[in-house]
């Protein structure tokens, strides 16, 4: 029997969608999250770093590069293929779960 | 970047985590934690400590890990904080209390213990070591009786002038219930003696009158009163830092050992595994019995007649020695065979 797809916290589904396009270090996952989400979404620095740890020991991102700005650390994330793949999974079933939403509205009996 | 944030960063562990979270929050013009950010960021630092970021379960074992430990750091500063505490009256005060519960009776008292606890087998720190405490391990305390333990008349009315007097000398005192042997078939109480309690300035009286002793005389009635002392709030306050102390000590400890484990052999992760969760068998339930004795105790308003962490060192003690045991085999497993974890270099 295939494994149910366990669904997504929304933070780790947005931290994802912001690693698409690009590589990108902790502030910019935030900015891109934000202007993603059009502001739905704040990330808070610990719950961004919790969310790259557990992606990273799951294998759905990894180290891009490191670099060292005015004195200070600054590591870039990028997605892996399983994290490609992930993505792809959760977005079909909030595709699926948003058909079925919709199909049920449009079925709604119109009230007086 | 504020001391706030430097400070607040150090719930992470050593590495270059910290520096991240320093160049994320200066990108993001943050110039002073709010509670919200501080709450985050030592939640999930502490997070970060235990290591294994995908594991729910070692956020488990190392909750109930704190727990012990956090009941022994209780557990310690309790026992310190007590030898601090106002001592015994004796002498004049001692006989001035004496006199108010049993004038003209030529009262005296006995302690029955030299230090703060009494065991009826005295045994030595060596002998408590290896083998804990005797069964009626308690706290010391002050028995009072009129000389020969017999006063002439009637309890009931001697028990409520013993109140009259105390009351007179500034005691609070309870209202005197009824005691005796229960009539299994009514459930009603033999009326055969009387009991009531007084507190005063960090002590506490419990006074019983019986008529039911052996070889009391016709128309007396065996009288004592029990002098003990009372928790002070403050050693409350000590246990509990010493808790939530204990606790995390416990908490940064599991993240050490998980985090000088999580990338070894399955033989080295199982020789950690394996003994810290068969000490939890051992030592939990003495912390999950422990910790709400402590607080019953302070709530309940009455003198503590055990120490609430007097089961890890009677009955429980065979149980907690071979748990430390076992929490000593992980760490040291750990420690020996453990490495630190590994840095990830970036492609």
Redesign the interface.
Known sequence: MAKKAKAMREPTFWILTALVKQAR???GI?QEVSALSEGQVTL???????AL??L???GLV?????EK?DG?????YRLTTGGVAALEAETARLERNVRTAATQLATRPATA | MSRGYRLLVRAYPPGRRRGELLDTLAEAGRARPTVREAVNLLRHGLRARLGRPASRGVVVLATMIALVTGFVGAAVTTRIAWEFAPGYPSGARLEAIEESLFPGLDPSSERDGDGLFHDVSERSFGEVFLRGHDEDFAFATVWIGPDGGFVKGDYPAWTAAAQQRLVSEGWQVSDAEVTGATWIATGEIDDSGRRFTATRDGLALTVQTETDVVDTPAGSFYATAELDRLTPGWITAAGVLGMLVGGLIGWLITGWASRRTQESSGPVRSLTREPAVLALVLLLPQALLGLPAMVFQQVSGGPPVQPFWSLSLTYGFGCGFLGFVLFAVALITAAVAGRPARVEVSA
């Open positions: 270090h902790g502030y935030i808070q620095a610990g719950t961004l770093y919790a740890d557990r990273h020991a799951e990894e180290v891009d590069h490191d700005v200070r650390d600054r590591r870039y």
